[in-house]
């Protein structure tokens, strides 16, 4: 078992330095690199048993694609949603992003909250 309970799922690398940068408590960050196969799908899930798993990917066609696959193979994730004026996650500013991880009990540090 590992120090992580909670996981995020996001689309890149940069989407996954942007919310890196934002946690204020230790969160596994996965990457799933676009769209991906079900045999790589189901070696995530089985390694997230027991953790509290968030789906945070972009607001465009890939990533309600990848979306729809988790919620198909993976029903039990909670689902973060950004704004879709800001199209990706990796673009959309850092107190938007703030909010919605804290919307979903994930701690923040608190100046991305006061920015903007």
């Known amino acids: ?7 995020i799922i996001v689309e ?10 934002i946690l204020n408590e230790p969160v596994e960050i996965i990457c ?3 769209t991906i196969s079900l045999s790589r799908l ?3 899930i089985e390694s997230l048993f027991h953790k509290d798993v968030y789906i945070l990917v972009d607001a465009d066609d890939s990533g309600e694609k990848l979306r729809k ?3 198909r193979e993976f029903p039990e994730a909670s689902h973060l949603y950004i ?5 990706e996650v990796a ?8 909010t919605v991880l804290l919307g979903a009990n994930i701690d ?7 920015k903007g």
């Open 1 to 7: 078992m590992d120090e992580f309970s909670k996981v």
């Open 12 to 21: 890149g690398s940069s989407d996954k330095r942007k919310v890196q940068s």
């Open 32 to 34: 799933t690199n676009g």
């Open 42 to 44: 189901d070696e995530i």
């Open 69 to 71: 696959q988790f919620k």
């Open 83 to 87: 704004d879709k004026m800001y199209r």
């Open 91 to 98: 673009t959309a500013p850092e107190k938007h992003l703030a």
């Open 108 to 114: 923040v540090h608190a100046e991305y909250l006061e």
